[in-house]
């Protein structure tokens, strides 16, 4: 029971160039959860889908895009990379329980846009 | 929208001393509280949460927070901290029963432990 896997850990990119970052779980979770942590930001949410086949905007979701491919997986597209998107990437799932809202993360991927 | 204030962005402490951070959430309606943690390279772990009943609670590694639904806040307390507590500590809240959306976090509270 691997929870939640992210891939790749770590990734460079030159500024315009596209990527994708791939998150999968093994939890048989309902919701899944795109997050980035930034110094002194805390974690903001970019994307969430709160079940297979449905996806939605969270706080920060300019120049993302997202597919819920299936339950298990969640990815998360830089069509454009920016300097400003350098972060970690978190992926989160949960149950979705009506009150069951506790969300397990996935290691995170460290991003440099240059 | 809901938010969450962590007051004390850098902590420092000798073991042994009593910890204890502050968060505040802005939001009227029922919630559910969480703190987090997140060890240097590591991902986010729970460290406990709250949903209802007793306001006191009592998370992993000696932690435990309060609700105190008056003042809208969620306070993490620990009597005797280890250097092994040396991390990033968010608190985060969620709305109850509110379906699958995010959580919101506050920006966290960096604890350094001396030795």
């Known amino acids: 029971n691997a929870g939640v896997t992210q891939t790749p850990k770590f990734q460079v990119l030159k500024t315009g160039q596209s990527m994708t970052l791939q998150c999968a779980q093994d939890?048989?979770?309902?919701?899944m959860y795109w997050y980035r942590q930034d110094p002194g930001m805390g974690l903001r949410l970019i994307y969430y889908?709160?079940?297979?086949?449905?996806?939605d905007k969270g706080e920060v979701p300019n120049g993302y895009n997202v597919s819920r491919l299936n339950k298990r997986e969640f990815s998360l597209r830089l069509e454009s990379a920016a300097p400003s998107q350098t972060s970690v990437y978190f992926c989160?799932?949960?149950?979705?329980?009506?009150?069951?809202?506790?969300?397990?993360f996935g290691p995170g991927t460290r991003l440099t846009v240059l | 929208a809901q938010s969450v204030s962590q007051h004390n962005h850098h902590v420092i402490l000798s073991e042994a001393a009593s910890l204890e951070l502050g968060c505040n959430y802005s939001?009227?309606?029922?919630?559910?509280l969480f703190w987090y943690v997140q060890y240097p390279g590591q991902h986010l772990q729970l460290l406990l949460k709250?949903?209802?009943?007793?306001?006191l609670v009592k998370g992993i590694k000696g932690f435990e927070a309060e609700f105190i639904k008056s003042k809208f806040s969620f306070n993490l307390r620990k009597p005797s901290v280890q250097w092994s507590d040396t991390a990033e500590y968010f608190c985060?809240?969620?709305?109850?029963?509110?379906?699958?959306?995010?959580?919101?976090f506050g920006k966290g509270t960096h604890l350094i432990i001396q030795p």
């Open positions: 989160a799932s949960s149950e979705n329980g009506l009150v069951y809202n506790e969300q397990f």
């Open positions: 939890m048989n979770h309902n919701s």
């Open positions: 889908s709160a079940s297979e086949g449905t996806t």
């Open positions: 939001y009227g309606g029922t919630v559910n």
């Open positions: 709250y949903f209802s009943g007793d306001p």
């Open positions: 985060a809240v969620t709305l109850s029963g509110g379906g699958a959306d995010g959580l919101t």
